[in-house]
């Protein structure tokens, strides 16, 4: 049986990188903390990319290495397949996740919390901003194992409708 970690300590985890990187280390430079951020994720995807293909041959296509991702390394990470994946044939993924667990606990409605402090628009681009904050992680997490798999590329993530993710791999040439 594999090491494991258990999910909550890795929320937690996520959670308090996001908020120390984002209020302590960059406070007032959220792009210099989204790119630490991603670039904590690029590492972790990187290693655990070489530890779930130690024993497979090297992978013959981009499409091959998608699917991998898709199935093998997002059920070990999050004990279920990616939801859906779309490609135009031209370099480009979109990998579909309709519950992403790392953003099912956080909201945009500001009808959730106490708002007396600020006005609901606010309240929501704060709680907007806090999602996207989160999704660099696991962008940086798939542009690494990505990588460690001879695929350059780039990942963005659209969460405009929360908890759902969808994740935009783009092939570099």
């Given at each position: 049986?594999?090491?494991?970690?258990?999910?909550?300590?890795?929320?937690?985890?996520l959670?308090?990188?996001?908020?120390?990187?984002?209020?302590?280390?960059y406070?007032?430079k959220?792009?210099?903390?989204?790119?630490?951020?991603?670039?904590?994720?690029?590492?972790?995807?990187h290693?655990?990319?070489?530890?779930?293909?130690?024993?497979?041959?090297?992978?013959?296509?981009?499409?091959?290495?998608?699917?991998?991702?898709?199935?093998?390394?997002w059920?070990?990470?999050?004990?279920k397949?990616?939801?859906?994946?779309?490609?135009?044939?031209?370099?480009?993924?979109?990998?579909?996740?309709?519950?992403?667990?790392?953003?099912?606990r956080?909201?945009?409605?500001?009808?959730?919390?106490?708002?007396e402090?600020?006005?609901?628009s606010?309240?929501?681009?704060s709680?907007?901003?806090?999602?996207?904050?989160?999704?660099?992680?696991p962008?940086?997490?798939?542009?690494?194992a990505?990588?460690?798999?001879?695929i350059?590329?780039?990942?963005?993530?659209?969460i405009?409708?929360?908890?759902?993710?969808?994740?935009?791999?783009?092939?570099k040439?």
């Amino acid at each position: 049986m594999g090491r494991e970690v258990s999910e909550s300590c890795v929320d937690s985890l996520l959670t308090e990188i996001v908020s120390t990187y984002n209020n302590r280390f960059y406070a007032n430079k959220p792009e210099l903390a989204a790119r630490r951020i991603e670039a904590i994720g690029y590492q972790v995807g990187h290693q655990l990319s070489e530890r779930y293909t130690m024993e497979r041959p090297r992978f013959s296509d981009h499409l091959e290495a998608i699917k991998f991702i898709c199935k093998d390394f997002w059920s070990e990470l999050f004990k279920k397949q990616i939801d859906n994946l779309k490609t135009n044939h031209r370099g480009t993924f979109v990998l579909q996740d309709n519950r992403f667990r790392w953003l099912s606990r956080i909201s945009t409605d500001p009808s959730v919390e106490n708002t007396e402090s600020q006005d609901p628009s606010a309240a929501a681009e704060s709680k907007a901003s806090l999602a996207t904050m989160h999704v660099y992680f696991p962008c940086g997490i798939i542009r690494g194992a990505l990588s460690n798999l001879g695929i350059p590329c780039a990942v963005s993530a659209d969460i405009s409708n929360l908890p759902a993710c969808s994740f935009v791999v783009r092939i570099k040439a």
